[in-house]
């Protein structure tokens, strides 16, 4: 059976660059990095050089780099930066708003387009709010945010509060794992204070990720122990993955403009064939290019049950997401969904198809055709939660 | 063959295959996943989200709706603090047999049927024997001894099996349930069977009664010699003929032969032979009667645990209780198990053990 994976924004393939680049450290190279003899000093090196190498991809400075065990962590260490309220937009990442719920959030609404309202963001800093937190884009419907402008709103936020003589400190966060490889994480043009990146979205290794932050920012350490990463994250360093990271960042980063390019033209093809092969179908998220992430579709099919479309799929070797995985185990419609005001009839027949850089027109022209069939199928099939 | 059956659909071997049986006999068949517990407890995540998708497989495989019933609410109630209450009374309770009465018989069935359906189904190993001359259906043990689920099922009345489905009732084995699931491409073919109470069975009753009921210190005593042995943290922790547990420090095996939860103590004894772990005789309360009337006074089977043996016994019913006299004594049941009446193949009812008399 012809196989076709659809779910690059929830987990990516893993390179041979990438695998290659990290073999040596597991077995021959095993050393820590901070033991004491000349063979650790070889570990320690390529750990130290794979943070300057990501330093150099985003833009920044190796010694405002610290590498976190993944996306998830790295948003916590953000949060721990700060004691006072936090806002945030309405789409985050579950990591984003269970930090921001433990600090007081305020949480601002997104129009329909996923994009988050900066009228509102603007009265939900005023005075004492301490941190702003906003993906740069959106794992499930693929907005890009308007991160400059956001960033502009912070820096008047700032100067208001220097004239007036308060010194509530204001910072600007971005969970940026969904966006890099696809859009620039150049910190500098986008104007944050801190920014996290996730390996494993990047064809890198799961369980790798990076905080950068600025100079002004004071990072907390969540994870106490011997002291690495500057005492901000303790815990013997994973040097392959950090190494597997940097080739993965570096690759990624080389081939952003063309595959950029060639996702959209995917994305496009899915869009324009699954509205013939299913008319009723309803897209979500931006409908301009530049607003939203090139290769990923958001699509929704009422009257459909996106858990039964998922595994009807399956069936016929297309893997595709529903989006938030962690909403779909509670058949509660994904926080998202009922942000951007999608119905609930609409929201629970949706499928996220994300594509990437295995994705070929052949296979598009296959998953097409299937989902296409099994959406037919199901149409109708109910799949109702009843309280007894 | 027609009409709307209600299949419960668990995410297992068994249902997955009543449900797909039921389709190729022509009935209009919706899946019910009922949903009766989702709470995570200490070292044990509990697994429905991940039975709720194989429940989906089958669905979707069948190409039939599937419905999630929440009944956590009457599970609690009637099962869960039933048990519990139980166990802090002293009794071996049976969940399994609770539930079948009060929620895949009770609310499912009746649910069911309000939403307009002819039957109710579910994956059970039993027999239904059309009624004899003017009478009720019949409940009988299922071609397949070994997974017989009969023992479960004797407090469910026999008007409820006038609209119920057992399509497994006539296959010879487990495997093959297995083979004829892998036949219809249904992933769960190879899933492993969860005998046992759902969320009891992989997190150890240990850890569910403690997370119910309060530790208690109190005395491991010799059952022979009164002897204090050491010290347990709770007598409702603890059953008749159970050995892992007691922590007395080396020395030979022993078995728990009885608890008293009132003063918190263990009986413990290193004789298998213990007159404590025996009995021939019972007495059961709570009683019921599948056809709803008491059968004659006489010789039947009986069965103190799920597929044990059949045991011979003397059934002596009076006004208040039941007694059941065995021709041969019997490993001790703890106050609490169910024991249950057949007259042959034919399941009568049952009682719940309220006393034995010690000895053989």
């Known amino acids: ?388 | 063959m027609g009409g709307v059956v209600f299949v419960g659909v668990s995410g297992g071997v068994d249902s997955a295959l009543a449900a797909a049986l039921l389709v190729e006999q022509g009935y209009e068949v919706v899946a019910v996943y009922m949903r009766n517990w989702s709470r995570d407890l200490p070292g044990f995540a509990c697994p429905w989200a991940e039975d709720l998708a194989d429940a989906e497989r089958v669905a979707v495989s069948l190409g039939i709706d599937l419905e999630v019933w929440d009944c956590e609410e009457d599970y609690q109630r009637t099962v869960v603090d039933y048990v519990v209450d139980a166990y802090a009374r002293g009794y071996t309770p049976n969940p399994d047999v609770m539930c079948n009465q009060t929620i895949k018989f009770g609310t499912f069935a009746q649910m069911a049927f309000s939403r307009g359906a002819d039957y109710v189904s579910t994956g059970h190993y039993a027999r239904i024997l059309p009624p004899e001359a003017g009478g009720a259906p019949r409940l009988a043990r299922a071609a397949c001894e070994r997974k017989d689920q009969t023992y479960f099922l004797w407090r469910v009345g026999a008007e409820a099996f006038e609209r119920v489905l057992f399509p497994l009732q006539d296959i010879p084995t487990k495997e093959e349930v297995r083979a004829l699931c892998a036949e219809r491409g249904l992933e769960v073919a190879n899933k492993p069977d969860s005998d046992g109470i759902c969320f009891v069975g992989p997190v150890g009753l240990r850890t569910f009664l403690l997370d119910a009921l309060e530790r208690r210190a109190g005395d491991v005593v010799e059952w022979e010699t009164g002897a204090v042995l050491g010290k347990h943290d709770g007598a409702f922790l603890f059953t008749i003929g159970q050995r892992r547990g007691l922590n007395l420090g080396g020395g030979p095996a022993r078995y728990v032969v009885a608890t008293d939860c009132e003063r918190n103590v263990v009986y413990v004894s290193a004789d298998r032979d213990c007159p404590a772990l025996w009995t021939d005789t019972l007495t059961l309360e709570d009683v019921r009667w599948i056809s709803g009337e008491p059968p004659a006074l006489g010789a039947y089977v009986v069965r103190t645990r799920h597929t044990g043996p059949l045991r011979e016994a003397q059934l002596e019913v009076g006004a208040e209780q039941v007694t059941l006299r065995f021709v041969e004594p019997v490993p001790a049941v703890a106050p609490g198990q169910s024991a249950v009446v057949y007259d042959g193949i034919v399941c009568l009812g049952g009682g719940i053990v309220a006393r034995r008399d010690v000895g053989r």
């Open chain 1, 1 to 388: 059976m012809k196989s076709v994976y659809l779910d690059y924004a929830a987990a990516t393939p893993m390179t041979t660059q990438v695998l290659d680049a990290m073999a040596p450290y597991w077995s021959e190279q095993f050393y820590n990095p901070s033991a004491p003899y000349a063979p650790a000093r070889t570990a320690r090196r390529a750990f130290e050089d794979a943070r300057a190498r990501l330093a150099h991809a985003i833009g920044a400075r190796p010694g405002n780099v610290t590498l976190t065990a993944g996306a998830t962590e790295a948003n916590n260490l953000a949060f721990a930066s700060v004691a006072g309220p936090v806002v945030v937009s309405a789409i985050e990442h579950e990591s984003v708003l269970a930090c921001a719920e433990a600090h007081g959030a305020r949480v601002v609404n997104v129009a329909k387009d996923g994009i988050v309202d900066l009228v509102a963001l603007r009265e939900a800093v005023a005075g004492d709010a301490e941190l702003v937190s906003v993906s740069l884009a959106n794992g499930e419907i693929g907005t890009i945010q308007p991160l400059r402008a956001i960033g502009d709103i912070v820096r008047e936020e700032r100067m208001r509060r220097l004239e007036r003589a308060n010194p509530t400190p204001l910072f600007l966060h971005t969970d940026a794992s969904q966006a890099a490889g696809h859009i620039s994480v150049n910190v500098s043009s986008l104007g944050v204070d801190m920014m996290t990146l996730s390996a494993a979205k990047l064809y890198g290794p799961k369980q790798v990720g990076l905080l950068w932050h600025a100079d002004g920012v004071e990072l907390r350490p969540l994870v106490l122990g011997g002291g690495q990463e500057g005492g901000l994250r303790s815990g013997t360093e994973n040097v392959a993955g950090a190494v597997g990271f940097a080739i993965a960042l570096e690759q990624a980063e080389a081939l952003r403009p063309a595959e950029s390019r060639r996702l959209r033209k995917l994305a496009a093809l899915v869009r324009m064939e699954l509205r013939k092969a299913v008319p009723y179908v309803v897209f979500s998220g931006p409908s301009q290019d530049a607003r939203r992430l090139p290769g990923l579709v958001h699509a929704s099919f009422p009257g459909v049950e996106a858990r039964r479309l998922v595994i009807a799929l399956e069936r016929k070797g297309v893997y595709v997401g529903t989006g938030s995985a962690c909403a779909a185990s509670r058949m509660r419609v994904s926080h998202v969904l009922k942000a951007i005001g999608l119905s609930e009839d609409v929201a629970q027949g949706s499928l996220r198809i994300s594509m990437g850089r295995l994705t070929t027109n052949e296979d598009i022209a296959y998953a097409i055709q299937i989902i296409a069939k099994s959406v037919e199928e199901e149409r109708g099939r109910s799949h109702r939660e009843v309280r007894a």
